[in-house]
């Protein structure tokens, strides 16, 4: 499989944080998000993964009743980066 150019990693991660936007407050299970866009759960993950270390978005890692996951996680738009989407889209 060929490697994804830095720039298209870009502009789908814009992608995800959109599609995140548009559920919010509401948070998406990696699977979820990676068939919103179209894309591999792993490489949807990494791309997750980096979003997070920029402190786009959040992890969660325990169900409503508190319960941890074992193998999933879910994902929401952290509040610093839906602010500046709420901005961004009046």
């Known amino acids: ?12 991660q814009e992608q995800i944080l ?8 509401q948070s998406a299970f990696t699977s979820q998000i990676a068939e919103a866009t179209a894309r591999d759960e792993e490489f949807i993950k990494s791309l997750l993964q980096d979003l ?3 402190a786009l978005v959040a992890e ?3 169900n409503p009743q508190g319960t941890d996951y074992k193998r999933r996680q879910r994902w929401r738009l952290s509040n610093k ?4 989407f709420k901005n961004l889209n009046p």
């Open 52 to 54: 997070k270390s920029k």
């Open 81 to 84: 980066a839906f602010e500046v």
């Open 60 to 62: 969660i890692n325990k």
């Open 1 to 12: 499989m060929p490697a994804i150019s830095k720039k298209k990693q870009d502009k789908i």
């Open 18 to 25: 959109h599609h995140l936007f548009e559920i919010s407050p």
